[in-house]
């Protein structure tokens, strides 16, 4: 790991935003980076020691409900802290409480009613979340039991609890983590993240039961400060365009696969290159139309569950999707054709 750059397994603040801060930010700024640095190699290390080495999902269970439990880590950054509410309880004065309560009920339901899946772990895990983490800290995280959510610094990101699409991607990053894992490296660490967008912006979507077509397909719309320039971190329409601002930089995302970015930071890339995956999914939801998590996100659900292979190319998880595509709806059908298009579209031939 290079002390210069935000940590990519943790940081919602992805390291080439951090590395355009170290060139531009006021010295406050570089201090709060090399600050999330530390931050983020503990929640790195946390995360890693709570993977398990197998996991099961549990068959579905017809009255299964969220078992859900906040806390308040009153700006320290000792995890749990002290409870503020837990399931069944009635709402809270503070807003982060009850937007990390809810996200996570939001995360559940996409899960269980879609998937049949109960919770993160298929078993019924309780969804534990901290907020007021650290003071200003610019940073959302899954540590391997957990969430914790900063309510940032006011200049480069608002609470960050305020995102349904930021809570969706990091628990999602919990599904996978309980699926077999996608190694957080390289290709499969750009699968990894993309992943974890795809049901990011699904639980978004099946919040507001939006269609393919309706969706905004951003990432963390909610959370940009006020005065920086773009829409979102990322975009799953338009990778590359999300945003362009004086501190943070131009988005560096690439579409296809002409544009793969080969580098040695951020774990090879990961938040960088899963635009190309990111995009593809978004192609697909577009050409199947309606609501994106039900075939789409079949699809691509599928493929977690089974692909077995925690070092997965780009192009094993493009086999891997036409596959169950083709399980699912059938050999030559519209499904599985356009599945290997969107692929195609994106620069993979399978």
């Not at 169950?324 to 994106?346: D, H, P, Q």
Request: with cysteine; hydrophobic share 35%.
């Amino acid at each position: 790991m290079h002390s210069d750059t935000c940590h990519s397994l943790q940081c919602i603040l992805p390291p080439h935003m951090c590395d355009a801060i170290k060139l531009r930010g006021t010295a406050q700024q570089k201090k709060m980076v090399e600050a999330l640095v530390t931050q983020s190699e503990q929640a790195r290390s946390d995360r890693q020691s709570a993977a398990p080495a197998q996991f099961v999902v549990a068959a579905r269970t017809a009255a299964a409900k969220p078992d859900r439990e906040v806390y308040d880590a009153k700006s320290k950054a000792t995890l749990p802290g002290g409870r503020v509410r837990k399931e069944g309880d009635s709402s809270s004065e503070d807003d982060a409480v009850n937007l990390a309560y809810d996200g996570a009920g939001d995360v559940f339901k996409l899960y269980f009613d879609v998937y049949g899946r109960n919770s993160l772990d298929g078993g019924g895990l309780t969804l534990v979340s901290s907020v007021h983490v650290r003071r200003n800290f610019n940073n959302a995280f899954w540590d391997g039991e957990q969430m914790a959510y900063g309510d940032g610094d006011g200049v480069i990101f608002t609470p960050l609890t305020a995102s349904l699409a930021v809570i969706g991607h990091e628990l999602s990053h919990g599904v996978v983590q309980f699926s077999g894992g996608l190694i957080y490296q390289d290709q499969s660490g750009a699968l990894n993240e993309s992943y974890a967008d795809v049901f990011g912006a699904l639980t978004e979507q099946y919040k507001k039961q939006e269609t393919a077509a309706e969706a905004n397909w951003l990432i963390g719309a909610e959370i940009l400060g006020p005065e920086v320039q773009g829409k979102a971190l990322r975009s799953m329409k338009a990778p590359g365009d999300a945003y362009d601002d004086r501190l943070l930089g131009k988005d560096p995302q690439p579409y296809h696969m002409d544009f793969f970015v080969n580098t040695s930071s951020d774990n090879g890339g990961v938040h960088v290159n899963s635009g190309i995956p990111n995009h593809a999914f978004y192609l697909l939801a577009q050409f199947l139309g309606g609501h994106a998590w039900e075939k789409a996100g079949h699809v691509w659900y599928d493929t977690l569950q089974s692909i077995s292979n925690p070092h997965a190319t780009f192009a094993d998880w493009a086999d891997k999707t036409v596959e169950k595509a083709r399980e699912r709806f059938g050999t030559g059908s519209f499904e599985a054709l356009y599945t290997r298009r969107a692929w195609k579209l994106v620069g993979i031939d399978v």
